[in-house]
């Protein structure tokens, strides 16, 4: 296929598709999940998706919890510990760094809380972070009498700029980098490792939003030099909501407290996490599930190995739609792409914010049938696409074929509005 831009898009390539899935039975993988079969699912990667397995595992330990609370709620924290060092070993950190808390939010918040300010008062944050996290870093920052300063990293940009632009923001003022492992809107890889080795040398400590990497890279902490990161075990790797980790290593760490005041606060990092007053924490109980779950159907690298294969198919196949319509090259180049993820140029007129990508997902959910995320930067909207092992090729073939024509013309209806508009 030819484009207006004079690139061109091979015929083999599109039609390349990985074969889906199977349950050890021969069902297909999406009945090992309760998605409603009514919506096509093509964003996993915001909050998740849990297999019955652990979704039945976490009701036994309802059921167990309210059977016998008096017994359950001491025995809770031995309970949590254990559960502490298989998840440390899906991660690749020791269990005595890894805290359970309930998002990758409240693991950055930990952070925020408890840091005291050595220097300048200075935040390093990027132009990709999640807004959430960088208004806390914001906070933060207003709090010690300091500031944010960003880093703008090119979407295109490979390891060596995006090292290079986030470290010409630190300095003499620097009391921290919160730097994203995977970005959210640009679904991208930075180049954390290189940037914590150098940030501990220069003895600035280094908060690593892993909000997607569990599960999405294999052992994500076990190469990073940090003194801070927080992950979700709810989103790639399945584990009930609820389920994150805190991993701090470093000399900072033992100042680290919950953010809710237990009994536990007298107990050394990370076993002081384990009590946060009477909290129904049978999702942490229930995440080994999820894990073994996907670890014993299909093993982790052959599930990354198929999410992968499938998002660079929806990558080719709804690009190579939405040029069709569009007459120009949709492919978009993440300077350091990530497995299992994806971004597709939109057309113009659609999502260049926030807010307008955030109406687009609402809309397609209730017009289209379609759970999918769209995101921006820069002023340009995408199609952030996220596989996972339950969806299948055609599932992006229905998007391309059904849905890309109809984002076409609410694209050219938003154009001509804006036109319209003095
Ligand atoms: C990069 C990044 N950081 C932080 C978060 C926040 O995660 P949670 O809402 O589970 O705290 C997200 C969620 O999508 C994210 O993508």
Redesign the pocket.
């Known amino acids: 296929m030819s484009l207006a831009d004079g690139s061109h898009v091979s015929d083999t390539e599109v039609t390349t598709a990985p074969r889906p899935l199977l349950l050890a039975d021969g069902r297909p993988a999406a009945r090992a999940w309760s998605l409603d079969p009514a919506l096509r699912h093509l964003n996993h990667?915001?909050f998740g998706a849990v297999p019955l397995a652990a979704q039945e595992r976490q009701n036994e330990l309802r059921t167990e919890m309210e059977g016998a609370p008096v017994v359950w709620f001491p025995e809770l924290p031995r309970r949590l510990a254990a559960t502490r060092v298989g998840l440390a070993g899906f991660l690749g950190a020791d269990p005595g760094d890894l805290a359970l808390v309930p998002?990758?939010?409240?693991g950055m918040s930990v952070v925020y809380a408890n840091l005291e300010r050595r220097r300048g008062g200075e935040i390093v944050v990027t132009d990709h972070g999640?807004g959430?996290?960088t208004m806390g870093a914001e906070r933060l920052a207003r709090r010690w009498g300091g500031r944010v300063r960003t880093a703008r990293v090119p979407l295109d940009a490979d390891e060596e700029r995006a090292y290079e632009a986030v470290m010409a923001e630190v300095g003499e003022g620097t009391d921290l980098l919160v730097i994203?492992q995977?970005?959210?809107a640009t679904a991208r890889r930075l180049p954390v490792e290189r940037i914590g080795a150098e940030a501990r040398r220069r003895g600035v400590p280094l908060l690593v939003?892993g909000?997607?990497a569990p599960g999405l890279i294999d052992t994500p902490l076990a190469d990073l030099t940090c003194d801070f990161w927080a992950g979700?075990l709810?989103?790639w790797a399945c584990a009930p909501r609820g389920t994150?980790a805190l991993v701090a290593r470093g000399p900072l760490r033992d100042g680290l407290y919950p953010l809710i005041d237990s009994w536990g606060a007298a107990d050394p990092y990370p076993d002081r996490f384990d009590q946060q007053g009477t909290v129904d924490a049978t999702h942490y109980l229930a995440a080994p599930t999820a894990l073994d779950f996907i670890g014993a159907t299909w093993g982790w690298p052959a599930a990354r190995r198929y999410m992968d294969e499938l998002a660079g198919y929806a990558e080719r196949v709804v690009g190579a739609a939405f040029a069709a319509l569009t007459g120009m090259d949709a492919r978009v180049d993440v300077g350091m792409p990530v497995p299992g993820m994806r971004l597709v140029r939109l057309p113009e007129g659609l999502a260049d914010s926030r807010v307008t990508a955030d109406a687009l997902r609402d809309r397609a959910a209730a017009e289209l049938g379609v759970e999918a995320a769209f995101t921006a930067f820069g002023g340009v909207g995408y199609w952030r696409l996220s596989a996972h092992v339950y969806n299948t090729a055609e599932d992006y073939e229905y998007f391309a074929e059904r849905c890309v024509p109809v984002l076409g013309e609410w694209a050219r209806a938003a154009r001509a509005q804006q036109h319209r508009t003095p």
Do not use: F, L
Not at 103 to 106: C, E, F, K, R, V
């Open positions: 990667g915001s998002n990758a939010s409240a999640y959430a996290v994203d995977i970005t959210s939003d909000a997607h979700n709810h989103k994150a």
